[in-house]
Nanobody, 123 residues
């Protein structure tokens, strides 16, 4: 069964914006960390932005710092990734993930549940 569901991907011109959403499944309710990751063609999966559920601390990759913002709607239990100033190199599959560890960082291996991804294409 699917634990996390992403939405909001699509095609956009360079300089444009998109907002991704992630709905967490009930089996992830004890998670400490939520993150957004990206896999570009021919590249390893990379962490972009993560959020500590308890304290709302965020961590960003240098490549997206100042352009992407991760937020959480606690009432709806949704996590968002607002992406501004998109560039062709941002093209890839974007994944939401939940982790139960005590350290929220950008390493994909630290996350336990993953969504199926949503495609973002920037031209």
């Amino acid at each position: 069964h699917v634990q996390l569901v992403e939405s909001g991907g699509g095609s956009v011109q360079a300089g444009g914006s998109l907002r991704l959403s992630c709905a967490a499944g009930r089996y992830t309710y004890r998670r400490n960390c939520m993150g957004w990751f990206r896999q570009r063609p021919g590249k390893d999966r990379e962490g972009l932005a993560v959020l500590w559920i308890g304290g709302a601390t965020t961590v960003y990759a240098d490549s997206v710092k100042g352009r992407f913002i991760i937020t959480r709607d606690k009432a709806k239990d949704l996590v968002y990734l607002q992406m501004n100033g998109l560039q062709p190199e941002d093209t890839g599959m974007y994944y939401c993930a939940a982790g139960f560890g005590t350290e929220c960082d950008l390493r994909p291996g630290e996350y336990d549940y993953w969504g199926q991804g949503t495609q973002v294409t920037v031209s």
